[in-house]
């Protein structure tokens, strides 16, 4: 990998890493890291010093140090923000404590990727991406958080919208997140590090075949299911049976298997990979008790050490084994048949031997390692996608974004500062009935960059905006007479997009042709406005001689220049129309990122 990526994986689960979700963070971090890229973890933590580390971390952050959060090439720094809550082993980041910690890191450190696993748990997360400067990414896990969410979808459509990556952990989730939210997710399902596991020796492998039961299942459902079927294995066959529980509340697992089958049946909890190593070590049969069981990377884990997997027939076992080749599969809960199954495995030791190969084998083809690789290839596949930005610092054109919205989110002050970080070198400040925050922006403008004094006017025939504004212009005129006060002061009128405002009728607007300087045909976050056209279409239209605007309406600072033009320099409002003849309309899905960040992607010629 020529590239080493700073990526910032952030878990909705608290650290240390206790569970599925934060097993598979962890071992994808380790992953991508082995491929030379910088990953940081960003994640509530337990603990009263990992707490105190957090305040610590922050509090460096933001006195100017990013150090405490990016890591080394090829190596994983986890970073704790805030304090996590919950009962039991399962806890969530606080709301409040973890969108204030996200939103420091997010917006002062500059990832090239930022990747949010469990998007839709309760957590500000999602939400927090709007902070994030580089490519955006997340990964579903579970279909009932996505069913779940239902009932808010309509907050949530934007947030999707803005990402750039999309992975699902199955099948089912793929397509519970495709009907919900009409977004086409790549499945990368959970894997192996079979650098840790591997097939056994022959010589560990112990005569009578050992069993693993996996139940981890907070019900215990699994585990009697699974003690069921251990009570009818005979003895002379059928080695050491272990269970493999949870480790929440592990006197229950213990206490579901039954007393007679205790000399012969133990029972141990799921602490993690290290924990399902040894399980796994001497094992040769992985029953998995319920579909629930498959979750996980333990399936993976069992087939890379060689085990036959015996699972029930669901869509997340079907994805991974081939029954009668690298596997067994079942209907689930039936006893009978799962006692017949393990049986003739255990008097086989040569069908053991080639489904045990052929499992290893799928595994290794399918290995942490190789996720590591599919989500580079994403990641770098959405960075390429971006369009190419022009420099701030070019001598004749300049980005120009005809469209902001002043507000309680977007201050005359923050709309000066995101254009220069982002090297925006002209914007129109759009306001409604006044000029003030336009003016106050005017005269907070950095050198480099021109304000555009803007106002959405309400003429009684419909509305028209006004640029280069020296005085506001009321409301409630005729169409002729609002651009007639709009081009005696020396301004122009443009043509609001129907998205922004309600513009006089078609009719109505051929009589004014001659007064209409220029018409906004290009609107928004490519994937937040429905409405606007493309940028071709636009072009097209240029070639019919329209002049032709491209404006964000930005309300926020996160979505400034996301529709933009990229013009000739100019000086004034002549100077502009003349610009307009030749520039070219640019969207994106959101905001130009800061400045410095394109440059470092980019090569120093590249342009829009």
């Keep these: 990998m020529s590239t080493s990526l700073a990526i910032a994986l952030v878990s909705p689960h608290a650290w240390p890493a206790y569970d599925d979700l934060t097993w598979r963070i962890e071992a994808e971090a380790q992953a991508l890291a082995r491929r030379g890229h910088r990953v940081t973890i960003l994640a509530p933590v337990r603990g009263r010093d990992l707490v105190a580390e957090s305040r610590r971390t922050l509090s460096a952050l933001r006195d100017g140090d990013t150090s405490v959060v990016l890591a080394e090439p090829g190596q994983v720094r986890v970073v704790p923000i805030g304090r996590a809550f919950g009962a039991g082993r399962r806890k969530l980041g606080g709301p409040i404590d973890l969108s204030a910690a996200l939103q ?79 977004v086409d997710a790549t499945v990368i399902p959970d894997a192996a590090d079979t650098r840790r596991f591997a097939p056994t020796d022959d010589a560990d492998t112990p005569r009578t075949p050992n069993v ?110 081939a029954d009668g080749v690298d596997g067994v599969l079942l209907p689930a809960f039936s006893r009978e048949r799962w006692i017949t199954a393990i049986t003739e495995l255990a008097d086989d030791p040569d069908r053991r031997e080639r489904l045990g190969r052929a ?71 759009i306001g409604d009935q006044s000029i003030d925050a336009a003016r106050e922006a005017a005269h907070a403008a950095h050198q480099d960059l021109l304000v555009i004094v803007g106002q959405q006017i309400h003429s009684r025939d419909g509305e028209l905006a006004g640029l280069f504004l020296t005085e506001a212009v009321a409301d409630g005129l005729s169409a002729k007479d ?27 607007l051929a009589e004014l042709r001659g007064a209409c300087d220029c018409f906004e045909v290009v609107v928004g976050p490519a994937s937040g406005i429905r409405g606007g056209i493309t940028t071709e279409n636009a072009r097209l239209v240029q070639r019919f001689g329209t002049r032709i605007t491209a404006g964000s309406g930005a ?19 002549a100077d502009f129309l003349v610009s307009l003849d030749d520039a070219v309309p640019v969207q994106r899905r959101r905001g130009l990122r800061p400045k410095s960040q394109r440059e470092r992607r980019r090569p120093e010629e590249a342009s829009t």
């Design 104 to 182: 420091d890191v997010l917006a002062r450190v500059p990832f090239d990727v930022v990747h949010v696993h469990e998007p839709l748990a309760p957590t500000p997360a999602l939400a927090a991406l709007r902070h994030a400067r580089g490519v955006t990414a997340a990964t579903f896990h579970r279909p009932e958080q996505v069913a779940g969410v239902a009932f808010v979808r309509p907050f949530l459509d934007r947030a999707i919208s803005r990402l750039d990556v999309v992975t699902a952990a199955s099948e089912t989730v793929r397509r519970a997140v495709a009907e919900m939210f009409d």
């Design 359 to 429: 499992a290893a084998a799928a595994a290794r083809d399918r290995s942490i390692d190789t996720v590591a690789e599919m989500l580079e290839t994403r990641y770098l596949g959405a960075i390429e996608q971006e369009p190419a930005p022009v420099r701030a610092d070019d001598d004749t054109h300049i980005l120009v974004d005809l469209r902001v919205r002043p507000g309680q989110l977007l201050t005359p002050r923050q709309i000066v500062d995101v254009c220069h970080s982002r090297g925006i070198g002209a914007v129109a400040v």
């Design 212 to 321: 693993v039961i996996i139940a981890r299942g907070s019900d215990r459902l699994g585990v009697r299911f699974g003690a069921g079927v251990a009570k009818s294995l005979p003895a002379s066959t059928i080695g050491q049976i272990t269970v493999l529980g949870t480790a929440d509340a592990h006197w229950r697992t213990s206490a579901a298997i039954p007393t007679v089958l205790r000399s012969r049946v133990s029972a141990v909890a799921d602490w993690g990979a290290e924990t399902r190593g040894e399980t796994f070590t001497t094992g040769a049969i992985a029953m998995i008790a319920t579909p629930e069981d498959m979750a996980g990377s333990v399936v993976e884990e069992a087939m890379a050490r060689g085990m036959v997997v015996v699972a029930p027939r669901c869509a997340e076992a079907d994805s991974l084994i």
């Design 482 to 508: 609002t651009a007639d006060a709009i081009h005696d002061q020396g301004g122009l009128v443009m043509v609001p997009h129907p998205v922004w405002g309600e513009p006089p009728a078609p009719e109505l």
């Design 555 to 573: 309300s926020e600072p996160e979505d400034v220049g996301s529709s933009h033009l990229r013009m000739r320099r100019f000086a004034d409002a």
